[in-house]
């Protein structure tokens, strides 16, 4: 069964430039998890969806980070205008549907804004 | 709101036994998770305990108390493979899963 996977794995952009990162979960998983990393903590939720409907989004810093999730199956998260506090290792999860302590975690986008 | 503490580093030997605490504030608890992560990996399930006891699968066990809110993972027969970052995460209410910062465990020669 293919992982959870995400593009890209790498992205270098210029300040007040936007960025996008795309996620495809395991097959069949409902529930979609975008989580920010920085260097040294644990992974911090942005948001989360069950299918198509973003049901968690409190942590999402709506006035430059926009999500969606069409279909229910791959998502995309976009930052515009990424600042330079914004570079760190966004990750993308999914689980069976509902909140679940088995996540299962893709390799992660590592953004650096210079 | 919740939060959770575990050490920063462990350094530990190949072959010995190491444990990894992990105490939790929070409200409405269902169980606790922990996470390896190697330098650059994506974060990978290792154990749920919702009960109160020892969890064990292969060289790692889990272990919780919900009364002294306080879990552990324990590793044994340390690998230079195991050297990684541990992190213990909590599921509360009708919450998503809150991660602590982490624990950077080196396993040395």
């Known amino acids: 069964e293919a992982g959870v996977v995400q593009s890209p794995r790498y992205k270098i952009i210029e300040k007040k430039q936007p960025v996008a990162f795309w996620c495809n979960p395991i097959?069949?998983?409902?529930?979609l998890y975008w989580y920010l990393q920085n260097l040294g903590q644990g992974p911090e939720l942005l948001i989360r969806?069950?299918?198509?409907?973003?049901?968690?989004d409190s942590q999402l810093p709506k006035d430059r980070f926009s999500a969606e999730r069409l279909k229910g199956v791959d998502s995309t998260l976009k930052i515009q205008p990424a600042e330079l506090g914004d570079s760190a290792v966004y990750l993308c999860?999914?689980?069976?549907?509902?909140?679940?302590?088995?996540?299962?975690f893709g390799p992660g986008t590592r953004l650096l804004v210079l | 709101g919740q939060s959770l503490e575990q050490p920063s580093e462990v350094t530990a030997v190949e072959g010995a036994i190491v444990q990894i605490n992990c105490t939790y504030q929070?409200?409405?608890?269902?169980?606790l998770s922990w996470y390896q992560q190697h330098d650059g990996g994506a974060p990978t399930f290792l154990s749920y305990?919702?009960?109160?006891g020892l969890e064990e699968t292969g060289r790692f066990s889990s272990f919780l108390s919900r009364s002294d809110s306080y879990g552990y993972l324990l590793l044994q027969e340390l690998q230079m493979k195991d050297s990684a970052s541990y992190f213990c995460?909590?599921?509360?209410?009708?919450?998503?899963?809150?991660f602590g910062k982490g624990t950077r465990l080196s396993v040395i020669a």
């Open positions: 995460a909590v599921r509360a209410g009708n919450t998503p899963l809150v």
């Open positions: 929070t409200s409405g608890f269902y169980g």
């Open positions: 305990n919702a009960l109160d």
């Open positions: 999860a999914s689980s069976n549907h509902g909140i679940k302590e088995t996540q299962y």
């Open positions: 969806y069950e299918n198509e409907e973003a049901v968690d």
């Open positions: 097959s069949g998983h409902n529930t």
